[in-house]
């Protein structure tokens, strides 16, 4: 089970980290991934960590932005969020993918076995 939550109103030009829990021990068995759904929208991949944190993985949009990063001795995940803009509202979610011996496409929604429900950012102008 993942539990996402560190959203809300913010300004453009500032910060938000969001966190997402996962329950269980086998945490480290997953690669962690978040996405985002904007009003009208459907939903999209921002940012990607392997099980170890040793690789990560972003979208344009959010290069240079977004850190996304872990802890594997607290369960979590973590994205970092600076200097955002009003086209970053939207309702963010993580996602977990078993590790298994197959190539994974880390920005394909299919892919995940676990998402959490969304926390909401809402950046203003």
């Known amino acids: 089970q993942l539990q996402a939550f560190g959203g809300g109103l913010v300004q453009a030009g500032g910060s938000l980290r969001l966190s997402c829990a996962a329950s269980?021990?086998?945490?480290?068995?997953?690669?962690m991934s978040w996405f985002r759904r904007a009003p009208g929208k459907e939903r999209e991949y921002v940012a990607a960590i392997n099980w170890s944190g040793g690789d990560t993985y972003y979208a344009d949009f959010v290069k240079g932005r977004f850190t996304i990063s872990r802890d594997n001795a607290k369960n979590t995940v973590y994205l970092q969020m600076n200097s955002l803009k009003p086209e970053d509202t939207a309702v963010y979610y993580c996602a977990a993918y078993r590790v298994r011996d197959l190539g994974w496409y880390f920005d394909q929604l299919e892919e995940y076995d676990y998402w959490g429900q969304g926390t909401q950012v809402t950046v203003s102008s």
């Open positions: 269980g021990r086998t945490f480290s068995s997953y690669h």
